[in-house]
């Protein structure tokens, strides 16, 4: 009778597969470079080597800012956007109590 093993690496490769074929496996091994480089930094600098260490860190940080800017953009909008209204806001209320004006 055969036993019913895990097989790690024959899911991993389905799972590469099914990445390559939805196309997102390039942009998910960019991130994950850049979140190595980044931590590659960090360690660096934990392990004295500040002048690398904070390179790294420079150079991952961008190309983490760059592999998230699909996000970074909206977020950074809807930051604006709240800001003007609440500063809208804090205006009217403000100089109908005499403060403003």
Same mark, same amino acid.
């Given at each position: 009778? $055969?036993?019913?093993?895990?097989?790690?690496?024959?899911?991993?490769?389905?799972?590469?597969?099914?990445?390559?074929?939805?196309?997102? %496996?390039?942009?998910?091994?960019?991130? %994950?470079?850049?979140?190595?480089?980044?931590? #590659?930094?960090?360690?660096?600098?934990?392990?004295?080597?500040?002048?690398?260490?904070? #390179?790294?860190?420079?150079?991952?940080?961008?190309?983490?800012?760059?592999?998230?800017?699909?996000?970074?953009?909206?977020?950074?909008?809807?930051?604006?956007?709240?800001?003007?209204?609440?500063?809208?806001?804090?205006?009217?209320?403000?100089? $109908? $109590?005499?403060?403003?004006?």
């Amino acid at each position: 009778m $055969r036993s019913m093993k895990l097989n790690i690496p024959a899911i991993v490769l389905v799972v590469l597969g099914v990445l390559i074929l939805f196309g997102k %496996l390039g942009s998910f091994v960019g991130f %994950l470079f850049a979140v190595a480089i980044f931590a #590659l930094g960090y360690y660096g600098i934990k392990t004295g080597k500040t002048f690398l260490g904070w #390179l790294l860190m420079i150079v991952g940080g961008s190309m983490l800012l760059a592999k998230l800017s699909w996000l970074i953009g909206p977020l950074l909008g809807i930051i604006l956007i709240a800001a003007g209204i609440v500063w809208i806001t804090g205006k009217s209320s403000n100089s $109908r $109590r005499g403060f403003g004006g």
